[in-house]
């Protein structure tokens, strides 16, 4: 992370802290930066910030993870929660915001089972995460309007493409 990031450490989404818990430990502290200056809050004037799309983001976090001395399953989760609660921005906005949360806990509780038994690969993980939340978002639709954050709403495509 370049010199000056701003971090807030390996801050999982609140929704999912009683799942993941709340990594403070200094193995995470290294890839919550990385992932910090690509789109966390206060890092908006960096050259880093938003310049890779977020499913890159989000993996890249858990690679660094990986590097840190991570568990693979403790990243994967970690990731996991990253991917359904952290940042999107662009096109792949897909309408998750118009989930409600405990759907949102459901899924990554499905996915630790699924790291759990099968432990995937990230990219089936991904593969997972990404069928998981469509269900979730074509079944809101029938609940909520707004067209997720921003109002941009679904666009199609897989995020899994990058």
């Keep these: ?6 971090t807030d450490g390996a801050s999982i989404p609140p929704l999912f802290v009683g799942i993941v818990g709340n990594p403070t430990s200094d193995q995470f502290a290294q890839a919550a930066a990385i992932h910090d200056a690509y789109c966390g809050i206060g890092n908006e004037g960096g050259a880093r910030y938003h310049s890779r799309p977020w499913p890159q983001v989000h993996r ?23 991917w359904l609660g ?11 915001l118009d989930v409600p949360g405990s759907e ?11 790291i759990d038994t099968q432990n995937p690969s ?3 993980l991904v593969g997972f995460l990404s069928r998981a939340e ?4 074509a079944k809101s639709r029938n609940t ?12 199609g495509g ?3 493409d990058y």
Aim: no cysteine; net charge neutral.
């Design 144 to 155: 909520v309007h707004g067209g997720g954050a921003d109002g941009h709403g679904y666009y």
């Design 122 to 124: 990230v990219d089936e």
């Design 104 to 114: 949102k806990q459901d899924i990554l509780r499905q996915a630790q089972g699924l």
């Design 60 to 82: 890249m976090f858990y690679d660094a993870l990986r590097v840190g001395g991570t568990p693979e399953r403790k990243a994967k989760l970690m990731f996991a929660a990253v």
């Design 158 to 160: 897989d995020p899994s």
């Design 1 to 6: 992370a370049p010199q000056g990031t701003l």
């Design 86 to 96: 952290g940042p999107r921005w662009g096109v792949w906005d897909r309408g998750l």
């Design 134 to 137: 469509a269900l979730a978002i």
